[in-house]
T-cell receptor
Framework: GAGVSQSPSNKVTEKGKDVELRCDPISGHTALYWYRQSLGQGLEFLIYFQGNSAPDKSGLPSDRFSAERTGGSVSTLTIQRTQQEDSAVYLC??????????FGNGTRLTVT | KQEVTQIPAALSVPEGENLVLNCSFTDSAIYNLQWFRQDPGKGLTSLLLIQSSQREQTSGRLNASLDKSSGRSTLYIAASQPGDSATYLCAVRPSGGSNYKLTFGKGTLLTVNP
């Protein structure tokens, strides 16, 4: 079946604008994660969803970042008032425990 | 706090060589360990998953081993090919209450030269 789908694949935005990133997980996967990967850095955990609830939001860098998940499926990560340091690749992953984690191809965000 | 280290950070080998990538972790209370590859501009692709009760997993030319007590895993690639060039990451899932939260290594950048 289809893998994890993320859109857009690339996003260039001006500093101060809001952006919305979308993730379509694999059908039936109840767990969904957002990670951030900056150049030369490892994966940074942002948020974890189990169904529609987010029991762990501890990785969100600031209150400019928020995420939601609806219908136990699609998730959106919203970044308000973007800053240059937000430039990174944002990766989404989904799984049904204890199966492997499956990643999308990411959204490359560039804030100018 | 779990820490995952991958050494070397980069490795360059000639085509056809067998090679080993290393992953070490500080807390042996793990549920499983997963190996991924990441091609430039792409997400992570799952290669192998080893449960804590297992010693190794094999898929084609890949073999991953796990020694939980010593906090080590290796990924063995046989007869390497230029198409194997990528960054390889390992990630551990803890056992216990926060078992949803994987800890990733920073990866080993592998280059296989024709």
């Amino acid at each position: 079946g289809a893998g994890v789908s993320q859109s857009p694949s690339n996003k260039v935005t001006e500093k101060g604008k809001d952006v919305e990133l979308r993730c379509d997980p694999i059908s039936g996967h109840t767990a969904l994660y957002w990670y951030r990967q900056s150049l030369g850095q490892g994966l940074e955990f942002l948020i974890y969803f189990q169904g529609n609830s987010a029991p762990d939001k501890s990785g969100l860098p600031s209150d400019r970042f928020s995420a939601e998940r609806t219908g136990g499926s699609v998730s959106t990560l919203t970044i308000q008032r973007t800053q240059q340091e937000d430039s990174a690749v944002y990766l989404c992953a989904s799984t049904m425990f204890p199966s492997p984690l499956h990643f999308g191809n990411g959204t490359r965000l560039t804030v100018t | 706090k779990q820490e995952v280290t991958q050494i070397p950070a980069a490795l360059s080998v000639p085509e056809g060589e067998n090679l080993v990538l290393n992953c070490s972790f500080t807390d042996s209370a793990i549920y499983n360990l997963q190996w991924f590859r990441q091609d430039p501009g792409k997400g992570l692709t799952s290669l192998l998953l080893i449960q804590s009760s297992q010693r190794e997993q094999t898929s084609g030319r890949l073999n991953a081993s796990l020694d939980k007590s010593s906090g080590r895993s290796t990924l063995y690639i046989a007869a390497s090919q230029p198409g194997d060039s990528a960054t390889y990451l390992c990630a551990v899932r803890p056992s216990g209450g926060s078992n949803y939260k994987l800890t990733f290594g920073k990866g080993t950048l592998l280059t296989v030269n024709p």
